[in-house]
């Protein structure tokens, strides 16, 4: 592809399929250059350098994000939607997850999911510092709930270029486990279980803490903003 019909975009959208596939690690102007089919130098017309490509595209992926309608649905409908939308995406890409140890992340695409958010609290009541404790109290669950599977991810990656097969290492990894959990009856009790597995939780596990976090909020909210 020339330079002269290379555009921002095609290279932000090329650019999300490459970290979706390899992750942060995997992530450089040569192996994104060679996706196009340019060099990678071409690359660096439209962006300055990997930093600011990451920031790019981890913007870009926040337009994925449901922004409910708030004079159509009440506002625990509204923000189920936008945490269980959010969780999507970000196990879409985990490598934002990944990205949020070493970026500042900023743009008009999360700042438009930021203000939507926002008001999803200060429709339910929360006024000032309270709404921005509710909305960040939600975010910081949805996020703590997929680190987990983006870690997991990172770590085939890393078996996989160090030559190693990941699945036989997570099996010699989960019998070790087996054998140090034999001491302790409540984790004896769930061998065998689903919720044994390795990065692992029971059925609609997600569900049930967003519903019991969204539960304690509505119990927070000022007498004055009840409706």
Excluded: C
């Excluded at 930021?114 to 109290?137: I, K, M, P, S, W």
């Excluded at 085939?156 to 486990?177: C, H, L, Q």
């Amino acid at each position: 592809m020339a330079r002269e019909s290379l555009t921002k975009e095609q290279i932000v959208r090329t650019a999300i399929e490459l970290l979706d596939e390899e992750g942060l690690e995997g992530l450089n102007m040569r192996s994104l250059g060679k996706r196009l089919g340019t060099v990678a130098t071409a690359v660096y017309w439209h962006v300055k350098n990997k930093d600011d490509l990451v920031l790019l595209v981890g913007d870009q992926v926040w337009g994925e994000i449901e922004l409910p309608d708030l004079d159509a649905v009440d506002w625990r409908t509204a923000a189920t939607r936008m945490a269980t939308s959010l969780h999507a995406m970000l196990t879409r890409h985990l490598w934002l997850v990944q990205a949020f140890g070493s970026y500042l992340f900023y743009g008009p695409g999360k700042a438009r999911h930021d203000d939507h958010n926002l008001a999803v609290y200060e429709a339910a009541g929360f006024t000032g510092a309270a709404a921005d404790q509710a909305a960040a109290g939600v975010f910081t669950y949805v996020l703590g709930s997929v680190l987990g599977a983006s870690a997991t991810a990172t770590l085939t990656r890393r078996i996989s270029r160090d030559g190693g097969d990941p699945e036989e290492v997570f099996n010699e990894t989960m019998a070790k486990a087996t054998e140090s959990v034999m001491d302790y009856p409540r984790l004896r009790a769930r061998l065998g279980t689903p919720s044994a597995s390795y990065d692992a939780a029971p059925h609609d596990t997600f569900d049930f803490g967003l519903q019991a976090l969204l539960d304690g909020l509505q119990d927070r909210i000022p007498p004055a903003g009840r409706r």
